[in-house]
């Protein structure tokens, strides 16, 4: 039995490496570090595509692609072309039987010319009383049978796509072939609505119907589907005419389905499918601006497409809460843009899917949330930006990625806790397992197994063959030398101000950074961020990748020191190191009932209580190094007084180099002490 092998067609190559979760979040992080929230750094990633993979496309993509598909359909042609069509078939008539009549001197020839003078205006009336009209014109008797057979084939193309070309040349068999069809197709979705319908009915009605649906469709759902989607688009091609072109064209359609028997069947099938699927915006009218008139079924074909790609361009913008790629409709994707744009979605939707399943995002309510895990590599993102940018001669041990984390190692081991990155130390974790007895022998061919559990066999060349399982509690890792732990306070204003002068995403990524740095470096250091406007909160480290500024007036410095006082007060044998990011002079305070007090300029009053806990700081040895991101002359006077107080220092670094300022003078505090 041969084999060939050749390129794989139908869909993702099976074979290709899983797609890196991590650089995926990575850029999601650069977005997220410049200022913008966890759910616009992944619409805005989605929409534009896969990192690094030219080949596939984002929803920017697919939207223009929509979009221009939605352009050309509106511009193909106008709706009214069956009306157009009938009324040249019937005048062609008229006039052919007219040729006729008109040598004949006879009264009946006359009767019969006054009959035609007297034709209704209205197209399908005019039909209706020239259905039992007898035509002395072979060639006029011809051409209004034509006319009956075009409006056959487009009402009924016009509910069933492909049932025009079915009827081309319709005969009796023919026809009652369909009304067979439709009687069956009715009495299945009577069957469905009570519960009786199984998989076999629809299977056997294929069987016998296969070649009137084009589309294939393998379930009775799915058929229901097409059908519905076609009937909305003929109510809204009704609707889009004017309301004399509606009437005639309304007029027309119940003429021909009385005359081939299908009214009740037809009726039938319209208030079985608007049931199902009354989303479907069933007579909302549509504008088409081409010349070429267009046939009933034709104009019925774009309007179905057009409602789709409408529905389609909806999901694909992503910009109603609680969106999700998996709210994009696969199936009409692969009718606007075709296969390859499925599997340019899969390739999106597998983004968004890893990422959560991974642990990096969490929806709750609705919400896209980033982990603590997530957040852990973007402050690593952040720090290793703020090292990038320092010195070679600065940086000391700090930027190492060695397993000194902490300092040197000391041969001691402790217990492993969640979030350490600290090496795992094998002796010991081995050890704890086999301790812990839970090791069990395994027998080898030729080999003596061992003696009892937990015990290694011995005998002439015989190797030891127990297998130990390891559990969490078992995780050792190695410690590093002591240094003196720190309390540390990141103060970071909150203000509308910082967004109003593009200094709050250096501020984020700042304290990102720091966290990142004092968690991997320092472990032992107890480190604290408060965010403050017109009220301080403490922020913790899982809110801060996507905590966004306060829209309202106030920078309570006061607060903020209140509550960096009180960590410090938790930690009286640590050294104390408190930051204070900020580009505005304190314009609040807490006032004694709790509630914040507002003034601008500044009142004594605030001035007062934010310097009284200024010189609290000064008593608990805390230096307060201030980093102003402003050069006001009210800002400047105040950290100066603040300095003057306290002795620590003032900064004035741009805001890109803002995070490199204040970890610099961090790690030089630290390698102080």
């Known amino acids: 039995m041969g084999y060939r092998y050749g390129e794989y067609h139908d869909g993702p190559d099976p074979l290709a490496p899983p797609y890196d979760v991590r650089a995926a979040l990575d850029e999601m992080g650069d977005a997220i570090l410049s200022g913008s929230t966890p759910v616009h750094a992944l619409r805005d990633l989605l929409k534009r595509g896969l990192p690094g993979a030219e080949d596939r496309r984002g929803l920017d993509d697919m939207l223009r692609e929509v979009r221009r598909r939605r352009r050309e359909l509106r511009e193909r042609g106008r709706l ?89 040349n319709p005969d009796p068999a023919a026809m009652e072939r369909v009304r067979q069809m439709m009687s069956d197709l009715n009495d299945m979705l009577e069957r469905d609505a009570q519960g009786a319908h199984t998989q076999s009915d629809f299977d056997s009605f294929m069987s016998k119907y296969e070649d009137m649906f084009p589309e294939r469709p393998r379930t009775l759902e799915e058929l229901v589907d097409i059908l519905a989607r076609r009937a909305a688009a003929t109510q809204r091609m009704l609707a889009s005419l004017t309301p004399r072109q509606r009437e005639e064209l309304n007029n027309l359609i119940n003429q021909t389905l009385d005359q081939a028997g299908l009214s009740e069947q037809m009726r039938r099938l319209g208030d079985s499918l608007y049931a199902r699927r009354p989303d479907l915006g069933w007579g909302t009218p ?59 979605l899969e390739a999106l939707k597998r983004i968004e899917r890893e990422l959560e399943e991974q642990g990096y995002l969490l929806r709750r309510r609705g919400k ?149 740095l004092v968690a991997s470096k320092f472990p032992q250091d107890a480190v604290q961020i408060v965010g403050f406007s017109n009220y301080a909160r403490v922020l913790q480290p899982d809110e801060l990748a996507g905590l966004d500024w306060d829209m309202v007036q106030g920078t309570n410095l006061h607060h903020a020191l209140l509550i960096a006082g009180r960590h410090l007060d938790r930690h009286p044998d640590f050294e104390p190191v408190v930051l204070v990011v900020t580009d505005g002079e304190p314009t609040a305070h807490l006032m004694r009932n709790g509630r914040s007090a507002f003034e601008w300029p500044p009142s004594p009053e605030t001035l007062e209580l934010t310097l009284s806990e200024v ?42 180099r803002l995070g490199e300022y204040v970890v610099s003078d961090f790690l030089r505090l630290r390698r102080a002490r």
Not at 621 to 640: G, H, P, S, W, Y
Request: glycine share 8%; aromatic share 4%; hydrophobic share 40%.
């Open 80 to 168: 009214d072309g069956t009306l157009d069509r009938a009324r040249s078939l019937l005048d062609k008539a008229i006039g052919q039987e007219r040729a006729e009549l008109f040598p004949d001197p006879s009264d009946d020839a006359r009767l019969r010319e006054a009959t035609l003078d007297n034709l209704p205006d209205d197209t399908a009336s005019a039909i209706q009383e020239l259905g039992s009209y007898e035509w002395r014109s072979a060639a006029a008797r011809q051409t209004f049978e034509e006319l009956r057979g075009l409006l056959r084939r487009e009402v009924l193309d016009a509910q069933f796509k492909g049932m025009r070309d079915a009827l081309a």
């Open 286 to 344: 549509e504008r088409l601006t081409g010349e070429d008139p267009m046939g009933m079924g034709d104009a019925v074909t774009a309007l179905e497409e057009l409602a789709d790609l409408t529905q389609l361009e909806a999901a694909l913008r992503q910009d109603y809460p609680g969106a999700r790629l998996d709210d994009v409709d696969e199936a009409a994707v692969r009718r606007a843009l075709g296969r390859s744009a499925v599997d340019d």
């Open 368 to 516: 896209l949330e980033l982990t603590p895990k997530a957040v852990r590599r973007l402050g690593e993102t952040a720090l290793r930006r703020v090292f990038a940018s320092l010195d070679a001669g600065r940086r000391g041990d700090h930027d190492q990625r060695d397993a000194g984390s902490a300092g040197e190692l000391t041969g001691s081991s402790r217990p492993w806790r969640f979030g350490d990155e600290q090496p795992i130390d094998v002796v010991r974790t081995l050890v704890n397992g086999i301790r812990r007895g839970d090791a069990s022998p395994r027998a080898h061919e030729g080999r003596a197994a061992p003696s009892s559990r937990g015990t290694l066999a011995r005998g002439s060349g015989a190797r030891p063959h127990s297998r130990v399982r390891l559990s969490v509690d078992d995780f050792e890792v190695s410690e590093t030398e002591r240094r003196s732990a720190a309390a540390v306070c990141l103060l970071v204003d909150l203000s509308y101000s910082m967004a109003l002068r593009g200094t709050w995403a250096a501020a984020k990524q700042t304290a990102l950074a720091l966290q990142a």
């Open 615 to 656: 010189d609290k700081m000064t008593r608990r040895r805390a230096t307060i190094n201030v980093f102003m991101l402003a050069a006001d002359d009210r800002l400047k006077e105040f950290v100066d007084e603040v300095a003057r107080r306290n002795g620590g220092r003032v900064f004035s670094p741009s805001a890109d």
